[in-house]
């Protein structure tokens, strides 16, 4: 159970069908957690924190207040009495890998449609709950679990639950962020393995993948839409994985490769595989660019002049 304390923000958005940083106006149902003085018992002023921080209908915003165990515990009492909660974004609070497991346990009626888990302390021991939400949750639309230890078995892991999902015809996920949480080439390749069962969009920027070499071919697929490479470290193996993922992933639409340092030849296969790619439209090599480069790019976008190839950040 939950020792230390919270740290910076918890935002509980309630019927926001968007993503939580793009609110709308919608709403499903207002939600007050202090009108049923769930946390009266907890920190002083806790509830006369929660009154001042409904910003909107929607939007709940605690934010630097440390929050006991027992508060914790209230606040997982709270969410199992409010099961229209549709999104939930818990970041940079310290969560350990017992507090995920709570925490699903309480969420698993909820339609939880983003679940935004940032910046914490979660690591492969919690990715078997996380694998369970996966395969049975039929609403989840987006999860962000970047800025998290969680190493490519915990990627693994996830992979596994994906492909759950997918045979369980659970089509509703639309985002993974596994941004900087230490996927090397065993967790790329276990992600990839279930290239079917992957989100149309998924980030693994600021991960360290200078030894990624594919252990098969990836088979063509229409499904990947958006892939954010930012800020990976590659050497001339992981460049042809990258460039075969390109090629076979026909459907997609946006890639980002910015923030990353390559060669001439490196730079020259990306747009070769660019160039031949049916469906994309944005190319983002920003910081990834040299100016003798330029050439290479202008030979591109002549044959394919609705290509957006963003050069500068």
Request: with cysteine; hydrophobic share 40%; net charge negative.
């Given at each position: 159970?939950?020792?230390?304390?919270?740290?910076?923000?918890?935002?509980?958005?309630?019927?926001?069908?968007?993503?939580?940083?793009?609110?709308?106006?919608?709403?499903?149902?207002?939600?007050?957690?202090?009108?049923?003085?769930?946390?009266?018992?907890?920190?002083?002023?806790?509830?006369?924190?929660?009154?001042?921080?409904?910003?909107?209908?929607?939007?709940?915003?605690?934010?630097?207040?440390?929050?006991?165990?027992?508060?914790?515990?209230?606040?997982?009492?709270?969410?199992?009495?409010?099961?229209?909660?549709?999104?939930?974004?818990?970041?940079?609070m310290?969560?350990?890998?017992?507090?995920?497991?709570?925490?699903?346990?309480?969420?698993?009626?909820?339609?939880?449609?983003?679940?935004?888990?940032s910046?914490?302390?979660?690591?492969?021991?919690?990715?078997?709950?996380?694998?369970?939400?996966l395969?049975?949750?039929?609403?989840?639309?987006?999860?962000?679990?970047?800025?998290?230890?969680?190493?490519?078995?915990?990627?693994?892991?996830?992979?596994?639950?994906?492909?759950?999902?997918?045979a369980?015809?659970?089509?509703?996920?639309?985002?993974?962020?596994?941004?900087?949480?230490?996927?090397?080439?065993?967790?790329?390749?276990?992600?990839?393995?279930?290239?079917?069962?992957?989100?149309?969009?998924?980030s693994?920027?600021?991960?360290?993948?200078?030894?990624?070499?594919?252990?098969?071919?990836?088979?063509?697929?229409?499904?990947?839409?958006?892939?954010?490479?930012?800020?990976?470290?590659?050497?001339?193996?992981?460049m042809?994985?990258?460039?075969?993922?390109?090629?076979?992933?026909?459907?997609?639409?946006?890639?980002?490769?910015?923030?990353?340092?390559?060669?001439?030849?490196?730079?020259?296969?990306?747009?070769?595989?660019?160039?031949?790619?049916?469906?994309?439209?944005?190319?983002?090599?920003?910081f990834?660019?040299?100016?003798?480069?330029?050439?290479i790019?202008?030979?591109?976008?002549?044959?394919?002049?609705?290509?957006?190839?963003?050069?500068?950040?």
């Open positions: 159970m939950r020792i230390a304390c919270f740290g910076l923000a918890v935002l509980l958005l309630c019927g926001c069908s968007a993503h939580p940083k793009h609110h709308t106006n919608s709403v499903k149902q207002v939600v007050s957690p202090a009108a049923g003085g769930a946390f009266s018992s907890c920190a002083p002023g806790m509830e006369l924190l929660l009154q001042s921080s409904l910003k909107s209908d929607h939007l709940l915003e605690l934010s630097a207040k440390p929050i006991s165990h027992e508060c914790y515990d209230q606040m997982l009492a709270w969410l199992n009495e409010n099961p229209h909660l549709t999104s939930l974004s818990m970041v940079q310290g969560l350990s890998d017992v507090d995920l497991i709570d925490l699903l346990y309480y969420l698993d009626q909820s339609p939880i449609e983003h679940l935004i888990l910046k914490n302390n979660l690591t492969d021991a919690s990715m078997s709950a996380l694998q369970g939400y395969a049975n949750s039929s609403s989840l639309s987006e999860i962000d679990l970047s800025n998290n230890p969680i190493g490519s078995v915990g990627a693994c892991i996830i992979a596994d639950g994906l492909a759950l999902r997918h369980s015809k659970l089509n509703t996920l639309k985002r993974l962020d596994l941004s900087a949480t230490g996927l090397d080439d065993e967790g790329l390749n276990c992600l990839f393995a279930e290239v079917f069962a992957l989100p149309q969009a998924v693994f920027s600021n991960n360290d993948l200078q030894n990624w070499q594919l252990d098969m071919l990836p088979e063509v697929s229409l499904k990947l839409e958006e892939l954010d490479l930012n800020g990976v470290r590659l050497d001339t193996k992981a042809a994985s990258i460039v075969s993922i390109v090629q076979h992933q026909q459907g997609l639409e946006v890639l980002n490769f910015s923030e990353n340092t390559l060669s001439r030849s490196q730079f020259q296969s990306l747009m070769d595989a660019v160039h031949q790619h049916p469906a994309l439209q944005i190319l983002n090599v920003a990834s660019m040299k100016p003798d480069f330029e050439k790019v202008n030979e591109v976008l002549a044959d394919k002049p609705t290509l957006r190839v963003q050069v500068q950040p």
